[in-house]
């Protein structure tokens, strides 16, 4: 659902030594093994060329600014990590001029409005798809077409991502679904989430319960759902049992704009079997960190999952905002019977909780 920035880089890093010790085949399990304990240890161990420190140092200030930064109390040490990190992006484009997430990030740091940075993605996209083209074209070895094949499309789909998700924000909905489309073309298996994009651009341009269940007929490869955890071990969705936050929150707005309350509360008892712990997050809707590098990781399942769910769909929970004689969805998702119910099941589970631990005092 998202990518891994450590991973990636492990993956590229591994490859390049492999390329260099001449192993083959490539999947040789002791020397990537070797190349994976040689990262942990310390990643420069494997760095060698100016492409590769570039990348890294991306990695780097991905961490800093997606998953440190955003969760730090102190607005100067944030800000302190905030400078360090653009200034690692900065070193980072100057080491190669083809690091395009170095380049994006970049831009997205500076960028003066949301507009701006999507004029920026727009007005570079062929560049990163021509050169995407010539990797490709060029790959003159087992190695560099095992590059080819995954790891150098991934900078031209999270490019593809970052237009898509920063059009739906900016209200330019069919750029965002005709942008998501692309990207599901490129990777039917979609592994920038852009399937997530997608179905909340199509419910801000009307469409029905019917469109919904055709675009993942239609992309159903990206909605083969991995196993997810359960109270019993591991189990994987049922064919058509589409759980994921984003498929589900489409599904209950798409029900409540056509005036189907019933739909839409089977919809939110749907949401709510799928994130057992979900009410809350229903209820007060905070708004999750943007990802910079793409859209933060996060566990499949998990509350966490739900939180960014819903931060991505601000626009569609603002719907009817400003009507005078209707209330925005929103406020009908937080406050609705079956929310409430949840609500109320989970304090009282805390209080039962809370009794017991204090040995049974009233």
Same mark, same amino acid.
């Given at each position: 659902?998202? #990518?891994?920035?450590? @991973?990636?880089? =492990?993956?590229?890093?591994?490859?390049? /030594?492999?390329?260099? @010790?001449?192993?083959?085949? !490539?999947?040789?399990?002791?020397? =990537?093994?070797?190349?994976?304990?040689?990262?942990? $240890?310390?990643?420069?161990?494997? !760095?060698?060329?100016?492409?590769?420190?570039?990348?890294?140092?991306?990695?780097?200030?991905?961490?800093? !600014? &997606?998953?440190?930064?955003?969760?730090?109390?102190?607005?100067? @040490?944030?800000?302190?990590?905030?400078?360090?990190?653009?200034?690692?992006?900065?070193?980072?484009?100057?080491?190669?001029?083809?690091?395009? &997430?170095?380049?994006?990030?970049?831009?997205?740091?500076?960028?003066?409005?949301?507009?701006?940075?999507?004029?920026?993605?727009?007005?570079?996209?062929?560049? +990163?798809? *021509?050169?995407?083209?010539?990797?490709?074209?060029?790959?003159?070895?087992?190695?560099?077409? *095992?590059?080819?094949?995954?790891?150098?499309?991934?900078?031209?789909?999270?490019?593809?991502?970052?237009?898509?998700?920063?059009?739906?924000?900016?209200? $330019?909905?069919?750029?965002?679904?005709?942008?998501?489309? *692309?990207?599901?073309?490129?990777?039917?298996?979609?592994?920038?989430?852009?399937?997530?994009?997608?179905?909340?651009?199509?419910?801000?341009?009307?469409?029905?319960? &019917?469109?919904?269940?055709? #675009?993942?007929?239609?992309?159903?490869?990206?909605?083969?759902? %991995? @196993? =997810? %955890?359960?109270?019993?071990?591991?189990?994987?969705?049922?064919?058509?049992? +589409?759980?994921?936050?984003?498929?589900?929150?489409?599904?209950?707005?798409?029900?409540?704009?056509?005036?189907?309350?019933?739909?839409?509360?089977?919809? +939110?008892?749907?949401?709510?079997?799928?994130?057992?712990?979900?009410?809350?997050?229903?209820?007060?809707?905070?708004?999750?960190?943007?990802?910079?590098?793409?859209?933060?990781?996060?566990?499949?399942? /998990?509350?966490?999952?739900?939180?960014?769910?819903?931060?991505?769909?601000?626009?569609?929970?603002? *719907?009817?905002? &400003?009507?005078?004689?209707?209330?925005?969805?929103?406020?009908?998702?937080? /406050?609705?019977?079956?929310? /409430?119910?949840?609500?109320?099941?989970?304090?009282?589970?805390?209080?039962?909780?809370?009794?017991?631990?204090?040995?049974?005092?009233?």
């Amino acid at each position: 659902m998202a #990518f891994d920035p450590i @991973q990636e880089d =492990v993956w590229r890093l591994t490859l390049s /030594s492999l390329k260099r @010790q001449r192993v083959f085949p !490539i999947d040789n399990p002791l020397a =990537v093994k070797r190349c994976m304990d040689a990262y942990q $240890k310390s990643p420069s161990q494997l !760095i060698t060329t100016d492409r590769e420190r570039s990348f890294h140092l991306m990695v780097l200030a991905t961490e800093a !600014i &997606d998953y440190r930064a955003p969760f730090i109390a102190d607005d100067a @040490q944030a800000e302190a990590i905030m400078t360090q990190a653009e200034n690692q992006l900065a070193e980072a484009c100057e080491l190669d001029g083809r690091n395009w &997430d170095a380049r994006r990030m970049l831009a997205a740091l500076r960028a003066e409005s949301n507009d701006a940075y999507i004029a920026y993605l727009l007005e570079g996209r062929n560049a +990163v798809e *021509e050169d995407l083209a010539r990797t490709r074209a060029e790959a003159a070895d087992p190695y560099e077409r *095992e590059y080819a094949g995954d790891l150098a499309a991934r900078p031209f789909l999270r490019w593809l991502a970052a237009i898509a998700s920063s059009a739906l924000i900016a209200g $330019k909905y069919r750029l965002a679904l005709k942008t998501a489309e *692309e990207a599901l073309a490129l990777s039917p298996a979609d592994p920038a989430g852009m399937r997530h994009t997608a179905v909340f651009a199509m419910v801000q341009l009307e469409c029905t319960a &019917d469109d919904l269940a055709a #675009f993942r007929r239609a992309h159903a490869p990206a909605y083969q759902a %991995p @196993q =997810v %955890p359960t109270a019993r071990g591991r189990r994987a969705h049922a064919p058509g049992d +589409v759980q994921d936050a984003w498929t589900l929150i489409a599904d209950i707005t798409v029900a409540y704009r056509a005036l189907d309350l019933a739909g839409a509360l089977r919809g +939110v008892r749907r949401l709510l079997r799928a994130y057992p712990h979900g009410a809350e997050a229903l209820f007060y809707q905070a708004e999750f960190p943007e990802g910079v590098f793409g859209r933060v990781n996060v566990e499949p399942g /998990s509350e966490d999952e739900l939180i960014l769910a819903l931060s991505e769909a601000t626009p569609l929970l603002q *719907e009817g905002a &400003d009507a005078p004689d209707s209330a925005p969805f929103a406020w009908w998702l937080a /406050s609705n019977e079956v929310t /409430s119910a949840a609500l109320e099941h989970l304090d009282r589970a805390r209080e039962i909780g809370a009794r017991r631990a204090h040995g049974g005092e009233n």
